[in-house]
């Protein structure tokens, strides 16, 4: 068994920050690419941000330039520095990672719980 625990997510005012952090523990033999998904209530589940285990990245175009993804390989765990917050960026944040359990075996995808994120005056 794999999982993701975020944590990192409140309230914040607009143009603050906030940095989210995603742990991965359980059955790892190695962790593929991580990244982060966000749902605002009634929206869909959006990309935000991706990171392969080599640390290549991808940002969705709504958060270019605010927000940076990075990864700590040896702690299994991604991050999200969001900088320059906007009241649109409101929604629940969920992590994913791409995880070997054991070798020759598929990488399976999990999910974190969620964390909110308020940007509000």
């Known amino acids: 068994q794999v999982q993701l625990v975020e944590s990192g997510g409140g309230l914040v005012q607009p143009g603050g920050s906030l940095r989210l952090s995603c742990a991965a523990s359980?059955?790892?033999?190695?962790?593929?690419?991580m990244g982060w998904y966000r749902q605002a209530p009634g929206n869909r589940r959006d990309l935000v941000a991706t990171i392969t285990r080599d640390g290549n990245t991808n940002y969705a175009d709504s958060v270019k330039g605010r927000f940076t993804i990075a990864r700590d390989n040896a702690k299994n765990t991604v991050y999200l520095q969001m900088n320059s917050l906007k009241p649109e960026d409101t929604a629940d944040y969920y992590c994913y990672a791409r995880i070997l359990s054991r070798r020759f075996e598929p990488y399976l995808t999990y999910w974190g719980q969620g964390t909110q994120v308020t940007v509000s005056s």
């Open positions: 359980g059955s790892i033999f190695s962790a593929g690419t």
